[in-house]
């Protein structure tokens, strides 16, 4: 803008997007994303967590290639995933995330809208089965949300094997429902 008064002329310079706090926002945003994979998803959890929270994904990754075969891996540019789908009726289910953080994530935000569990009952069973595991504990308000725990909780073969009957159990529930309603359950 240029001011002009009592003979003086000012022009005021007026930078739009070039301060350096916009420069840092926009290199942020065109950060190369990175495709994760088995391996290196492993390799990040052991790297940070240790022998034994890696030896845990592997297990779980194991069981999941049999029951949830799509599997997922994330293209987060720090934090890695591995989603297993479940593809049944027209519906895909994703009962669980593992995160390169350690975490553990169930996905009942997903669950409250795709039948068997749309009901918070049957969330609340589901939370039920999982708060068996030593140091899980999800209460209603985390039944529509994305609740996590940490995966060296199931270090112990014992809780380990809750989480997997749990998985288990979700799986059965979702095939029950489909079979029920007199649709093919598996897609694929």
């Known amino acids: 803008p240029r001011y002009s008064g009592g003979g003086l002329q000012t022009l005021v ?49 194991t069981w999941s290639k049999e029951h949830l075969p799509r599997l997922y891996f994330g293209t987060g540019t720090k934090l890695g995933s591995f989603v297993p789908t479940l593809d049944c009726g027209d519906e895909a289910y994703w009962p669980f995330a593992l995160c390169t953080d350690g975490t553990v994530s169930i996905q009942f935000q997903y669950f409250k809208i795709r039948p068997p569990f749309k009901s918070l009952e049957s969330r609340q ?15 209603d308000d985390k039944l529509g949300k994305r609740p996590t725990f940490k995966m ?16 288990e ?20």
């Open 13 to 61: 310079p007026r930078v739009v997007g070039q301060t350096v706090e916009a420069q840092v926002r926009k290199a942020a945003g065109t950060r190369p994303k990175r495709q994760w994979n088995e391996e290196t998803f492993l390799e990040e959890l052991e790297l940070h967590h240790g022998k034994e929270v890696k030896d845990v994904a592997e297990k779980v990754m």
């Open 125 to 139: 069973e589901l939370a039920g089965h999982l708060n068996e595991i030593e140091g899980v504990n999800f209460g």
């Open 152 to 167: 060296s909780l199931l270090v112990n073969p014992d809780s380990l094997n809750l989480f997997i009957k749990a998985m």
């Open 169 to 188: 159990w979700t799986v059965g529930e979702i095939h029950r429902y489909w079979e029920s309603n007199g649709n093919d359950p598996v897609q694929g």
